[in-house]
């Protein structure tokens, strides 16, 4: 690829960023689209804003950005969680870092880079018809002694990453603490989920959690609530919705309140009252979830797990972390989620039958993987001018065309790729979902994993492999010489990588601002909504932005010695990022859960990832060019790298797995002097109750649907 084709998606990209900006500044003005631009502040005020036109209303204004640069992490903590916190750091921590690698980079790799002829000379007048691999560690004589420049600075950018990773860690760490320590007594902080129940013959699942823990924890046990099969009841609850919404339409539009039925075509017969007609299906339903409720509190639907409720915290994690039964594959214990985090369709009631689930997860993620190849591979034909050419003959006037060329070679592979991206986060989710997990939180985290390592897998490796060795897959599969085959496919891909920050990196940190989704489907149900109907505000989808931006760290890390004129761009897609997340947190993403910052280890791993992957690049690119020296030095490398990484797992993660003896027997003793535990005991034993369980009261007419029926829907949460 040329300069020529890389300005050209630095300016259809620069064009289409400066065109959201003005839309996004005009578009959440205006009070038809509160849904989507504020609809945090929506859901808090539960009705929608009103105000008067004015002529400031199409003229865009950028007094948003002001608003988010001045938001404080305090204030970030108080407004979205601890984990929010967490994901804004992530964007400081990349900015920090690549500011310091930026300027190693850019005004000392590059100019070596230039300098060097072993691909051509780098040319000053006519600049955009240089090659983009003049700019890279490829056009470095081999044996020059102008490589230790890119040596030492591989040392001295690990060693700030290091360094930035430790205090990173520290801080968060510290925070996790203090928030705990800080935090009321909260219900989760009680209780423990345990399943693969073993009951006792001729007694049921709720007598057998009695007995068992009134026996091995007399003093300290509590309550119970057994977990009853009820997926049937979300069925009648989710089609109950459905009903009561069309007739709080119908209620609003008169002229659609009637239906003519007597033929096959709906033209000719009586008219009839939809209210009424939609009325007896709702009760009808109701009665039905009414039955299943019944049925579903026998015993006989008990399923083999229960939330048991203990006095203290240290009494919960002391449970937690013992071993219950001679078996551990019986009255398996884990730490309850908090109750609005509880994902109630999916309880495992096996061992084996939650480890079938994480088999056929694995072989499935494993497939897609697999089937992803092929728009990668499209991809990398697309850069590849002489092959489109023998595949595609009847094209071969069209790529004479220069601007055509830029396009396609500079702009269209990326822009592919983004779009079979965009269905990745939510296969992953889904995968993550039938894999066993009870809890949303740890069901996004498990997906934030499986997105990451496919996009790392599947988009840096098969795209680095694919476009040097796709000839030779067996050449792929064999890691004897692993650092060599990256050491010549990583910089060959250089120019891909440069475009693909730019185009997958700015546009979608844009369309996150601009919220095209949301706005297409708030369009089309415009007509059958109204502004005055309560709902929720979404939730950070972390499973796709967490990987995305630690994604665009790996390239920034290994390719900062090899090609460090992606780091430009790398600092405005993060600049770009710091701005528009905090704006997102303070107006459209409200916290649904809240994890306390667990997703920082998995930030951690990733950095030492990227950071051992750049020192097995740097040993094959000295042994390439030649200065096998300076290659075998670089071997302590990555060793004192993981040295450092096990120094962090032993100093910090365990306080992200529990927390401290320490600090639960404080906050208990905190508690004895609280007067209003009393109350809170009480609380906790209805806190994990099923929504689906709550009574629902009969409505008798179609008049009294609106009251009954809304209540039961708040409360089962639908």
């Not at 620069?14 to 005009?26: D, K, P």
């Not at 705990?180 to 902080?189: A, D, E, G």
């Not at 962090?648 to 002097?673: G, M, V, W």
Request: some cysteine; overall charge positive; charged content about 15%.
């Amino acid at each position: 690829m040329i300069v020529s084709a890389l300005l050209t998606s630095v300016g259809i990209n620069t064009a289409l960023c400066v065109l959201f900006f003005a839309c996004y500044s005009i578009l959440r003005k205006q009070p038809t689209n509160f849904r989507v631009y504020i609809p945090r502040l929506l859901a808090a005020q539960g009705t929608s804003l009103k105000t008067r036109f004015n002529f400031k209303r199409l003229i865009p204004s950028p007094d948003w950005v002001a608003k988010s640069w001045s938001l404080s992490e305090d204030q970030l903590l108080s407004l979205s969680g601890l984990d929010a916190l967490v994901f804004m750091r992530i964007i400081t921590f990349s900015l920090k870092l690549f500011s310091f690698a930026g300027v190693v980079g850019i005004f000392v790799i590059l100019p070596v880079h230039c300098w060097g002829n072993q691909l051509q000379e780098f040319d000053l007048v006519d600049f955009a018809s240089n090659s983009l691999d003049v700019f890279t560690i490829s056009n470095v004589n081999s044996g020059s002694a102008w490589l230790w420049i890119h040596f030492f600075a591989v040392y001295i950018v690990t060693g700030f990453t290091c360094l930035l990773l430790f205090y990173e860690y520290r801080y968060i760490a510290s925070k996790r603490i203090s928030y705990f320590c800080s935090s009321k007594p909260q219900p989760h902080q009680f209780t423990i989920l345990v399943h693969s129940i073993r009951a006792s013959s001729g007694c049921s699942i709720s007598d057998s959690v009695e007995s068992f823990f009134k026996e091995l924890h007399p003093s300290t046990y509590l309550s119970h609530v057994v977990i009853h099969r009820t997926n049937k009841i979300r069925s009648l609850l989710s089609k109950a919705k459905g009903l009561y919404k069309r007739i709080i339409q119908l209620r609003s539009d008169p002229t659609q309140q009637k239906y003519k039925h007597g033929d096959c075509f709906g033209l000719f017969g009586q008219k009839d009252d939809l209210i009424d007609h939609y009325g007896k299906k709702l009760e009808d339903i109701e009665q039905n979830v009414r039955l299943e409720q019944s049925e579903a509190s026998l015993a006989g639907e008990e399923s083999r797990a229960a939330f048991v409720f203990f006095k203290s915290r240290y009494a919960a994690a002391t449970s937690f972390h013992l071993q219950q039964s001679v078996n551990p594959t019986h009255w398996i214990t884990e730490p309850a989620p908090e109750p609005r985090d509880i994902y109630w369709p999916f309880f495992s009631e096996s061992f084996m039958r939650k480890w079938i689930s994480k088999l056929v997860v694995i072989v499935e993620s494993t497939l897609f993987t697999i089937l992803f190849l092929i728009p990668v591979v499209i991809v990398q034909g697309l850069t590849n001018l002489t092959q489109l050419k023998i595949l595609f003959p009847f094209l071969t006037s069209i790529l004479t065309i220069k601007f055509v060329t830029q396009v396609i070679t500079g702009y269209l592979p990326s822009l592919i790729l983004q779009m079979s991206l965009k269905v990745v986060p939510p296969i992953m989710r889904l995968l993550s979902t039938i894999q066993g997990y009870i809890s949303h939180s740890n069901i996004e985290m498990s997906a934030c994993r499986k997105v990451l390592w496919f996009t790392v897998w599947n988009v840096f490796f098969a795209t680095v492999f694919s476009g040097s060795v796709i000839d030779h897959l067996s050449v792929v599969l064999d890691l004897k010489d692993l650092a060599g085959k990256l050491a010549v496919g990583v910089p060959a891909q250089a120019s891909f990588f440069i475009t693909y920050v730019v185009t997958i990196g700015w546009t979608s940190i844009l369309s996150e601002l601009f919220q095209i989704i949301p706005l297409i489907l708030s369009l089309i149900k415009r007509p059958f909504t109204r502004q005055e109907d309560e709902f929720e505000a979404p939730s950070m989808a972390y499973h796709r932005d967490v990987p995305r931006v630690l994604f665009f760290g790996l390239l920034g890390i290994t390719y900062f010695f090899l090609a460090p004129l992606i780091l430009p761009f790398l600092l405005v897609y993060f600049c770009l990022a710091y701005i528009i997340f905090r704006n997102q947190f303070i107006n459209v993403y409200a916290p649904k859960y809240e994890t306390a910052g667990k997703y920082w280890p998995i930030v951690h791993d990733s950095m030492i990832f990227s950071l051992v992957l750049m020192h097995i690049i740097a040993v094959g690119i000295f042994a390439l060019k030649k200065l096998s020296s300076a290659s075998g030095w670089m071997l302590p490398l990555p060793v004192l790298t993981l040295l450092f990484n096990e120094y962090c797992r032993k100093r910090f993660l365990p306080i992200f797995t529990a927390y401290s003896a320490e600090s639960l027997i404080h906050k208990d003793r905190e508690d004895q002097n609280d007067t209003s535990m009393a109350d809170f005991y009480d609380k906790l034993v209805i806190a994990y109750n099923d929504p689906a369980l709550l009574p629902i009261q009969h409505s008798s007419n179609t008049d009294g649907l609106l009251s009954p029926l809304l209540s039961s829907v708040s409360q089962s949460q639908l």
